[in-house]
């Protein structure tokens, strides 16, 4: 049997397009530094892990909280006011919570991997539509058009504007028809299983599963770039 010929590719945001800059815990410190907290990046570092399962029971609990804006950002302020309370700042946690999760509404607040707008501008090329899908807050379409990359995104999902998250099917078929799609023509890259590769894959989408850190399970067979993309798009 022919493979359909691709007409689409959609990605997602965190750890497949962009991460922090220069770092969640050096942004932490800055936050917790004008609110006359100095604590060592070193202490914020530390604490990270604990930052992480806060961050992991809540979704492992309810992952719906993605298709709220308010639900989502109290998930967000809940991980840095336990980071405050755990360096030794009660009073003021949630408000220094809020003050880092306001500051991640800023683009200055990102950075794309060097891999990235070559990846774009080589499907664009190709004459292939490109696309975000991503478990975000509402924030995401001016964090990605301030960042540069507007020009070069046909259309951006986000879980909070469209009431859906990931790995619902529904959400990737919503973005498949917003750009006009079926989904056996459009492929999706992430860096969750769960979240990226089980949703887009149930509906035939063609899924590739990023890992930019090397922490995948090698039977996984995931790639470390999107220079890698097409080859494993079967383009």
Same mark, same amino acid.
């Given at each position: 049997?022919?493979?359909?010929?691709?007409?689409?590719?959609?990605?997602?945001?965190?750890?497949?397009?962009?991460?922090?800059?220069?770092?969640?815990? +050096?942004?932490? #410190?800055?936050?917790?530094? !004008?609110? *006359?907290?100095?604590?060592?990046?070193? &202490?914020? %570092?530390?604490?990270? @892990?604990?930052?992480?399962?806060?961050?992991?029971?809540?979704?492992?609990?309810?992952?719906?909280?993605?298709?709220?804006?308010?639900?989502?950002?109290?998930?967000?302020?809940?991980?840095?006011?336990?980071?405050?309370?755990?360096?030794?700042?009660?009073?003021?946690?949630? +408000?220094?919570? #809020?003050?880092?999760?306001? !500051?991640? *509404?800023?683009?200055?607040?990102?950075? &794309?991997? %060097?891999?990235?707008? @070559?990846?774009?501008?080589?499907?664009?090329?190709?004459?292939?539509?490109?696309?975000?899908?991503?478990?975000?807050?509402?924030?995401?379409?001016?964090?990605?058009?301030?960042?540069?990359?507007?020009?070069?995104?046909?259309?951006?999902?986000?879980?909070?504007?469209?009431?859906?998250?990931?790995?619902?099917?529904?959400?990737?078929?919503?973005?498949?028809?917003?750009?006009?799609?079926?989904?056996?023509?459009?492929?999706?890259?992430?860096?969750?299983?769960?979240?990226?590769?089980?949703?887009?894959?149930?509906?035939?989408?063609?899924?590739?599963?990023?890992?930019?850190?090397?922490?995948?399970?090698?039977?996984?067979?995931?790639?470390?770039?999107?220079?890698?993309?097409?080859?494993?798009?079967?383009?």
């Amino acid at each position: 049997m022919t493979e359909v010929r691709l007409r689409a590719v959609f990605f997602d945001v965190g750890n497949t397009l962009l991460y922090a800059e220069p770092s969640v815990s +050096e942004v932490c #410190r800055q936050i917790l530094a !004008e609110a *006359g907290h100095v604590r060592d990046l070193h &202490a914020i %570092d530390s604490l990270m @892990p604990l930052v992480d399962a806060y961050y992991e029971e809540r979704y492992a609990e309810d992952d719906a909280f993605w298709t709220d804006e308010d639900r989502t950002s109290s998930v967000w302020v809940g991980m840095y006011s336990m980071l405050c309370r755990r360096l030794g700042i009660e009073d003021e946690a949630v +408000e220094i919570a #809020r003050r880092v999760y306001d !500051e991640f *509404g800023r683009p200055d607040r990102w950075a &794309a991997y %060097d891999d990235v707008r @070559p990846a774009f501008e080589r499907m664009k090329a190709r004459g292939l539509k490109t696309g975000i899908i991503s478990n975000w807050d509402s924030r995401l379409v001016s964090l990605l058009e301030g960042l540069g990359f507007g020009e070069l995104l046909d259309d951006i999902v986000s879980s909070a504007d469209v009431g859906l998250h990931k790995p619902d099917p529904r959400i990737f078929l919503l973005a498949c028809e917003r750009l006009g799609v079926e989904p056996v023509e459009a492929g999706h890259i992430g860096d969750h299983h769960y979240a990226d590769i089980l949703g887009a894959s149930a509906i035939g989408m063609r899924a590739v599963l990023i890992d930019r850190h090397g922490t995948a399970d090698a039977e996984a067979k995931p790639i470390r770039s999107l220079d890698d993309a097409e080859a494993a798009l079967g383009m």
